[in-house]
C-alpha cells in the first residue's frame, strides 16, 4: 500500500514535470516567434536587442534544447521525422503560395516572386527559400532541417573522437565563430551561403544542448550577478549598433538568410549569446504569469504556421486598409514585401492581428491535420 502510493506520487510529479517542461518550451518558442512578427515591422519587443539580433539564433537554441539523444543511435528515424514535420509541411507551403502568387498577380498584375519552374519550387527552398515572397520567412525551416542533420551526424563523429563535453562545445564555438570571417574571406555564391548559415547555426544548436544537459539543472545563471553582466556586455555592444537608419547599414543586427554581417566579426555572435539569456530569463520571470494562458500555448505550438503565414495576413490587412482609403490595392506592387500602410499609426494593430490570426490559422490546420485527416501530430 506504501510503495503504490510512493509510486503514485512519483509518477505525478513526473508528470507535472513534463508539463511544466513543455509549458516553458512553448512560452519560449511564443517569444521567439513574437520578435519575429515584430522585427518584421521593425519594432523590437526587447529593448536592448534590436530586430533580427539573436532571434534566429533563439531558435536554433530551442531546437538544439529539444534534441534527444536516442537519436544520435538512430539516424534513419531523427532523418525521417525531420521530413516529415519539416519538409513535407514547407512543400505543401510551397505550393500553396505558388498558387496565391499566381492569384495575386491576375489581380494586381505584380508577381510577388521569382519565375516558376521546377528549380525555383524544388532547389531553391534550399538555397534563400526566397522562391515567394509572402513565403520567404520559410527558408528558415529548410535551413534548419539542413543544420540538424549535419548536427547529428557530426556531433556522432565529434563523440566517438572523444566523448567530452567541453570538446565538443569548443568545436561547435568555433564553427559559429569562424562563419562570419568565413563570409567575408570566400565570395558568398549559393553553396557557401548554406555552408556559412549551417556554421553559424550548429554552434547555436549545440548551445541548446548542452544548456539543458549541462547547466539548466545544474548552474543558476539567472542570479543578479548574471543580469549585470548581460546589461553590461549589451551596453558595449550598443556601441557598435547602426540600426537606426538603412542608410546607416546594420549593427546589432545580421541578415543570416543571405551571410550579411557587413563590418561585424564577433558582434552577431555575442548579442546572440545574450539575446538568448534575455528570452530565458524573460520565460523564468514571466512563467507564473503565462502558464496558464491557453492563448501563449496556442503560440507555441503553431510557431510554424505563424512563421508560413504572417507575412500574408500583413498583406491582406494592407489590401484593407487601402481599400478603406480609396487607394488602389496595386499600389502596394510599389513597395516591398515587408511595407505596411502608415506604420506609425498602424504598427501595433498589425502586430496583435497577425499574432492572433495566423496563430488560429495553425489551431485550424491542426485541427483538420488530427480529427479530420487523422494524422498523427506527435513529433
Known sequence: MINTVINDKTTQTQQDRREEFSTKVNILKALAITLVVSGHLEFSLLGMFTPYSFQLALFFFISGYLFKDKYIDDVFTFVKRRIQTLLVPYFLYDAFYLCVTVLIAKLTGHFWGQPISLKNFLITPFLNGHQFDLACPLWFVTQLFMTMIVFLFLFRVLKKAKDNKYFHLGVFAVLGFLAIPV???????????????????????????????????????????????????????????????????????????????????????????????????????????????????????????????????????????LKMNGIPVSERANHDIYWIYNPVQTTYLYFVLTMVISTYVGVGLQFIRKNILHIDTKR
Do not use: C
Open 183 to 321: 563570409a567575408k574571406i570566400f565570395p558568398v555564391d549559393p553553396f557557401m551561403l548554406i555552408v556559412i548559415r549551417t556554421m553559424f547555426s550548429l554552434f547555436f544548436v549545440y548551445l541548446g544542448y548542452y544548456y539543458r544537459h549541462y547547466i539548466e539543472e545544474h548552474i543558476n545563471i539567472f542570479t543578479v550577478k548574471w543580469f549585470a553582466i548581460v546589461v553590461v556586455v549589451q551596453s558595449v555592444l550598443w556601441l557598435f549598433n547602426r540600426d537606426f537608419d538603412p542608410e546607416h547599414g546594420i549593427g546589432l543586427s545580421y541578415v543570416l538568410v543571405w551571410a550579411r554581417f557587413d563590418q561585424q566579426i564577433i558582434v552577431p555572435v555575442i548579442t546572440s549569446l545574450t539575446g538568448i539569456w534575455a528570452s530565458l530569463f524573460t520565460v523564468k520571470i514571466f512563467y507564473p504569469y503565462l502558464k496558464d494562458v491557453k492563448f501563449i500555448k496556442q503560440m507555441g505550438e503553431n510557431t510554424y504556421h505563424i512563421m508560413a503565414n504572417h507575412l500574408l495576413v500583413m498583406y491582406i490587412i494592407t489590401a484593407i486598409f
